[in-house]
């Protein structure tokens, strides 16, 4: 026996679940959007809270803060830690940082200031990798030597440097100047004031005469030393610094 098929209530099933489907596709949408919304509104759910980290000397905690709010910082999913990385090392005296976003709106910011060892040109800094960085010069004058050469010779001039300095030191002199011209002669001022000329070859060989002579040269003249030549294979040039009115 055959059984007769209600085609009509098929048909009105299929589209009834079909429409509760496409609701609840939307429904899902509409509130995934909502919840996108709301996790993106930095009103909502926001970064209130800085934690910073690191020993900071020439860098202020409102010099970081200026640096992250500078422009959009989001909410706490918004934010992108390495665009914030970016600002705060951005910041001249900032060697490298580290950004981390903890729950429910605290940023976790950790620092490493630039170590300067030298100003370089009178108007930059270099730090202890060999890297030129624009740090303000008037914090560390008068602290750090001074460092001159041409732009693209960073690390022959720190090179002269490190060997002429490890050669004076150990017989109790301090370096305050280097210089070194485009064609390599080297200068170097001592702490004392006195400049040696050491010109393109042997520069060790030449400080360690000056070494050797100083004394002599102390009692040689009631003046002070201004400056010795030792671009000599012989012998030395020295300038005499003229005594003030009164001395």
Known sequence: MRMAVDWRAIRWDFWLGL???????????????????????????????????????YTSVDEVREALIAEEVG????????????????LPWIYSAAVRKEWPGR?????????????????????????????????????????RGPVNDVDEVIHQYERVKELLTLNGYGVAELSMTERFSVDVQLDNGITLRLGREARLQRIQRFIDLHSRLRNADEREIEYVDLRYDTGVAVGWRDKQAGE
């Open 107 to 147: 940023l976790r910011i950790y620092v490493v200031e630039q170590t300067p060892m030298a100003i370089w040109n009178d108007s930059a800094l270099l730090n202890t990798q060999g890297q030129v960085f624009d740090g303000r010069v008037e914090q560390v004058e008068g602290q750090l030597p001074h460092l």
């Open 75 to 90: 909410s706490f999913f918004a934010a992108d830690v390495a665009t914030l990385k970016a600002r705060v090392e951005a």
């Open 19 to 57: 429409l509760s489907l496409v609701l609840l596709i939307t429904a899902l949408v509409i509130a995934g959007r909502w919840v996108h919304a709301t996790l993106m509104d930095e009103q909502q759910v926001p970064l209130d809270a800085i934690v910073l980290q690191g020993d900071l000397h």
